[in-house]
């Protein structure tokens, strides 16, 4: 499923317009980089948790050359599916 079938989703489900639909569809995606942008943790019950993870740096090798390179540390998105979610898939 993309956007666009989300949107289309979530239209259908809850009798709103498409654009009404993609506004909400973009609102929830915006506050959760948001929030993750400012470090916090966003927990959906029943669905999941999006949170903030922190990646050490490390080396690594250039697949082209071989050469060993340092990667830099980051911050990267993480999700831990709540216990709903995976009986759903299940």
């Known amino acids: 499923m993309n956007k666009a079938e989300l949107i289309d989703a979530v239209a259908s489900a ?3 317009s498409k654009a009404d639909a993609s506004r909400a569809v973009d609102a929830v995606v ?3 980089s948001s929030a993750l942008g400012d470090g916090q943790q ?3 019950v029943g669905f999941g948790t999006f949170s903030v ?3 050490a740096a490390r080396s690594g090798r250039n697949p082209r050359t071989g050469e ?3 990667i830099a540390a980051s911050n990267v998105p993480g999700f ?3 216990k709903a979610l995976r009986n759903a898939v299940n």
Request: charged fraction near 20%; hydrophobic fraction near 40%.
């Open 14 to 16: 809850t009798n709103f």
């Open 30 to 32: 915006d506050s959760i």
């Open 53 to 55: 993870k922190h990646r």
């Open 42 to 44: 966003v927990s959906v």
């Open 80 to 82: 831990k599916a709540g």
């Open 68 to 70: 060993a390179i340092q």
